[in-house]
Each structure stands twice: as C-alpha cells, then as structure tokens.
Antibody, heavy 123, light 106 residues
C-alpha cells in the first residue's frame, strides 16, 4: 500500500496550486483519505478529508473556502486544490489513508501515509 | 476537541519503560490513535481505537484508556523508538492531533 504526493512548490501569497496523491497497492475506492499538514518545526494539523465515494468532504476552519478536496477513483488519485495561499499555509502536506474499509467519519486511524509534498508561500 | 499530551518531552534510556498521556477536552469514547514520527519522515500509525496495535508494530507498544484520558506505553525502549509521538482523536470533526511528545536519549 502506497501513497505518493506531488504538486508542491514555492509560490507567492494569493497564489493557487493543485496537490495530487496517487494511490497504489489497495482498493482506493473503498477508503476515506485525509490531508494533513505540518508547518516547519511544528506539529501535525488535519486539513481535510473525503469519503471513499467522494460524497462527503470536511475541512479545517483554517482552510475552509480556500481549499477543495476531491478524488478520481478511476485514476486512484486524490487532489487538494489550494487557493488564496497565505504565508501560514507553508507546510509539508501529507495524504493519509483511513484504516477501515468504508469507514464512517472521521474514521479510526490513518495507517498509510505518503512522503509529503512541500508548499512554501513567500513573497 | 482539544488534546493535550504530557509530558511534552522526555529523556529516557534504552530499556526504560515510558508512558505518555493524552487528555481530551471532552469524551471521545475510544476513537483515539497514536502515531510515531521521526525527523524528516511521515508519521506512522502505531495504535488505533485506543488500544489496537496496528499491523507490524512491535508488541512493546501498548495503548489504553477511553473517554478523556489515554496512555501510550513503551515497555522496553529501543534505540529506534526515539521519535515524536502524537495522539489523534477521530471521534468528531475536526480530527485533532495532540501537540506531540518528543522522546530523546538520556
């Protein structure tokens, strides 16, 4: 089971990016997936999640209205569209898979994590 | 739901038994997970539903608790266990993390 993120970069405040997370080694369409971020030298912050079928989406207050989570189960891919970026959005962004098949929200535990993709927002 | 962890850091020797506590600001049943993170690496799930060991995790790790107070115990600390440990509640949104406990070498 593997998750691989991409799409990070160095951008100016107010910019937009789309982060991707490609899954392999498991039945992607059966699991909820989360985005979690970690600012430099800081702890973990939950960002958003999406249900296994894509019908339910939840966001942290700090990103609501600016970030959009989506998934394409035919491509085993999760996305995070990030817009109106702020300096405080600078972080490593991880995607992480819920442990339980078709879990109810928010889940039971994140048992597979990607290696992370770095977003740096700086003028 | 706010999570607090104690201690925020600890120094221990190989072979020591250590316990980390996570407290929730309101009851979360058993919807608590423990994760381990080493510098520059992604977190790794150790325990879910408060006490269930994730596959492949050594049996020296154990978790207990329910409601608002939880503990992670490492029975015999090994060199590879030096890391930061986070608790996470998944009872309700947002699924918050604790601030972390850094375990380093004494």
């Amino acid at each position: 089971e593997q998750l691989v993120e991409s799409g990070g970069g160095v951008v100016q405040p107010g910019s937009s990016l789309t982060l991707s997370c490609v899954a392999s080694g498991f039945s992607f369409s059966g699991y909820g997936i989360h985005w979690v971020r970690q600012a430099p030298g800081k702890g973990l912050e939950w960002v958003a999640d999406i249900s296994y079928d894509g019908n339910d989406k939840y966001y942290a207050d700090s990103v609501k209205g600016r970030f959009t989570i989506s998934r394409d189960n035919s491509k085993n891919t999760l996305y995070l569209q990030v817009s109106s970026l702020r300096v405080e959005d600078t972080a490593v962004y991880y995607c992480a898979k819920e442990w339980k098949w078709e879990a109810l929200h928010p889940g039971y535990g994140l048992n597979v994590w990607g290696q992370g993709t770095t977003v740096t927002v700086s003028s | 739901i706010q999570l607090t962890q104690s201690p925020s850091s600890l120094s221990a020797s190989v072979g020591d038994r250590i316990t980390i506590t996570c407290r929730a600001s309101q009851g979360i049943s058993s919807y608590l997970a423990w994760l381990q993170q080493k510098p520059g690496k992604a977190p790794k799930l150790l325990i879910y539903t408060a006490s269930t060991l994730n596959g492949g995790v050594p049996s020296r790790f154990s978790g207990s608790g329910s409601g608002t107070e939880f503990t992670l115990t490492i029975s015999t600390l090994q060199a590879e266990d030096y890391a930061t440990y986070y608790c996470q509640q998944l009872n309700s949104y947002p699924p918050t993390f604790g601030p972390g406990t850094k375990v380093d070498i004494k």
